[in-house]
């Protein structure tokens, strides 16, 4: 009696479970309401409350995406289908906007089955392969102000939102509940939690900015609209249209536009997610492309929540464009995109075609810029007209080949290629997978790189220790050695018999080393570096393997009295295996 009394003082109690069940407060996610329920039904533990609620028994749950939510319907006594009340707690209502219809059912049918982290993943992927995590995030004002109002503490939706670091209702930082990257957490309140709670660091004139954000994102979010592809696409470029970013000729200046859009991304380099905003003009430029021609909002909406909000700046009135632009007819609407107008002249035959290739070293947006036509237009062309531009034309030596040649030379990595030539690194691997040439020169230096390092590495080492039965040096990378014993044997057979002729002065001084003598003990030396460096193999440094492994050893075995430097080297080598 006494529980039931408790929930109807802090809320209407549901009676369809064997334990009550309190309503969802405004704007309340659902880890926040399962944590209330927890904290209402005082159980032993919140495993017990995991089985009753999700049937399972859990200590911590995704808080962004919580799973086996058919069994938390019935438990709670859903009316009609669940899954607008899970669209509206989790945070699949921040990416809802721009879902299809069919991935908002495979969304939502992954939370009913129970693959939210799976979901989690594939939704935070799409930041360009950065896996993404969402903290738990809370507003100190909205803690007290609630706590006052309903007797609660919780979480409220539109602060878990990406982007979202400022609370838009009191336009403070919000705080972040430690450990801030953790995907799961255990049933916690805010205010039970209070002490660890982490503000954000937000300097003082990036505040508003971050506050305006924030605004802007919970107005597209809020609204419920699932937003149409090919609308938004056309807004896009009647904005940059109305900012000048496009020309007479319908082509899109996007150096003009990357340059607008960083120095916008300069106010908002205090939230968290910097990985989704621009360093550079060029890679400003690479993002607005993407985003531009994203004809199935496939990118993570993040970035289309900057790129609105730099161009509209205010929620109102980018709704105001977009119910305007989607009351508008199909064939206006892709009128609107700005597509390049299709050139009427004929191009210029093959024969003029190729000797302007050339001319131009293959850069085929200097020649769409000599022929007035735009570079999709340009391949379009040579694809219709079956020009096979890069087989059948000879491309004189530019800087570009150069610089590759010289790079496959010092066996640098694709990843530094790119970087040299500033081109992509699929496009440079391409290109030197179709020259069998350019592979093999590639191969060689990055093999005589390897080389080089592993004979420094060799060379920098104390192998004082090699000579006798005792463990090898720890600095030696037995990587390093193993690929000069396959790859580069005679330097090491050279380099181990300097080695023992600098033993030898002080092992047997005075003696006269012959050469036979010397490269007998180098081969026994590089024999019993080999078999130690793999143990699990379980060579021996004994006579008899000495003579397996070693061509001509058993021959000049007989007459060791003859080679001082061997014998002595013979026994230190097997003293403890023969002692």
């Known amino acids: 009696m ?60 995704c808080h962004a995406f919580p799973d086996h939510l058919a069994r938390f319907a019935m438990q709670v006594g859903v009316d009609g289908s669940p899954t607008s009340l899970f669209t509206e707690t989790t945070l699949l209502s921040f990416y809802r906007p721009f879902l299809s219809r069919g991935a908002l059912e495979s969304a939502e049918r992954d939370l009913l089955l129970g693959w939210g982290k799976s979901l989690a993943k594939r939704l935070g992927w799409l930041a360009y392969h950065k896996w993404i995590h969402h903290p738990l995030k809370a507003c100190p004002d909205c803690i007290e102000e609630d706590h006052r109002q309903t007797g609660w503490s919780y979480w409220h939706q539109v602060h878990q939102w990406p982007g ?27 205010l039970a939690y209070i002490s660890h709670l982490r503000p954000v660091a937000l300097p003082e004139q990036l505040l508003e900015p971050s506050r305006a954000l924030a605004h ?64 550079t003009i060029q890679s400003s430029g690479r993002v607005l492309y993407q985003v531009f021609r994203d004809e199935g909002l496939a990118l993570h909406p993040l970035r289309h929540l900057l790129v609105m909000y730099w161009l509209w700046g205010d929620v109102s009135a980018f709704w105001r464009d977009y119910c305007h632009c989607s009351r508008m007819p199909q064939g206006l609407v892709h009128a609107a995109k ?62 570009w080949t150069l610089l590759l040649g010289s790079g496959l030379d010092k066996g640098m990595s694709s990843l530094e290629l790119s970087k040299l030539l500033k081109l992509p690194r699929t496009q440079i691997c391409a290109a030197i997978h179709r020259d069998r040439a350019l592979l093999t020169r590639w191969q060689d230096g990055r093999r005589n790189l390897q080389v080089e390092k592993a004979r420094k590495h060799f060379a920098s ?55 036979a003598d010397v490269s007998l003990c180098a081969q026994m030396l ?54």
């Open 526 to 579: 590089l024999y019993s570096i080999r078999s130690r460096l793999f143990p699990a193999f379980k060579f021996v440094n004994s006579r008899g393997a000495f003579c397996r492994h070693i061509p001509g050893f058993s021959s000049l075995g007989r007459r060791l009295c003859h080679f001082p430097l061997s014998q002595s080297l013979l026994a230190s080598l097997t003293a403890p295996t023969e002692a």
């Open 338 to 399: 700005f597509d390049p107008p299709v050139i009427p002249k004929e191009l210029p035959l093959q024969r003029e075609l190729e000797a302007l290739y050339a001319a131009v070293q293959g850069n085929l947006a200097d020649m769409a810029e000599i022929l007035g036509i735009s570079l999709l237009q340009l391949r379009k062309q040579f694809r219709l007209h079956g020009i096979p531009m890069s087989a059948s034309v000879a491309v004189e030596p530019s800087e």
């Open 216 to 279: 802007f994102i919970s107005g597209v979010v809020h609204e419920r609209f699932v937003i149409q592809p090919e609308v938004l696409l056309a807004l896009y470029y009647q904005q940059a249209a109305s900012h000048g970013w496009i020309n007479d000729a319908g082509q899109m200046q996007w150096v003009d536009a990357a340059s607008s859009y960083i120095a916008h991304c300069h106010h908002l380099t205090a939230i968290p997610e910097r990985h989704f905003l621009p360093e």
């Open 2 to 61: 006494h529980l039931q009394n408790l929930g109807q003082s802090r809320g209407r109690v549901i009676s369809r479970s064997p334990y009550p069940i309190l309503t969802r407060l405004p704007d309340e996610t659902l880890f926040s309401w399962v944590s209330r329920l927890d904290a209402f039904w005082g159980l032993p533990s919140t495993n017990l409350t995991c089985l009753v609620l999700f049937g399972h028994f859990a200590q911590a749950i």
């Open 164 to 190: 979202v670091w400022v609370c838009p209702k009191h336009g403070v930082p919000l705080h972040v509940l430690e450990p801030c990257n953790a995907d799961t957490h255990e049933l916690v309140l805010p």
């Open 461 to 515: 080492l104390d192998i004082s220790s090699c000579f006798e039965a005792k463990p090898l040096p720890l600095l030696l990378d037995q990587k390093l050695c193993w690929f000069l014993i396959r790859q580069d044997r005679a330097w090491l057979l050279g380099h181990l018999q300097r080695r023992v002729r600098v033993w030898a002065q002080f092992t047997t001084p005075g003696v006269g080393l012959s050469e």
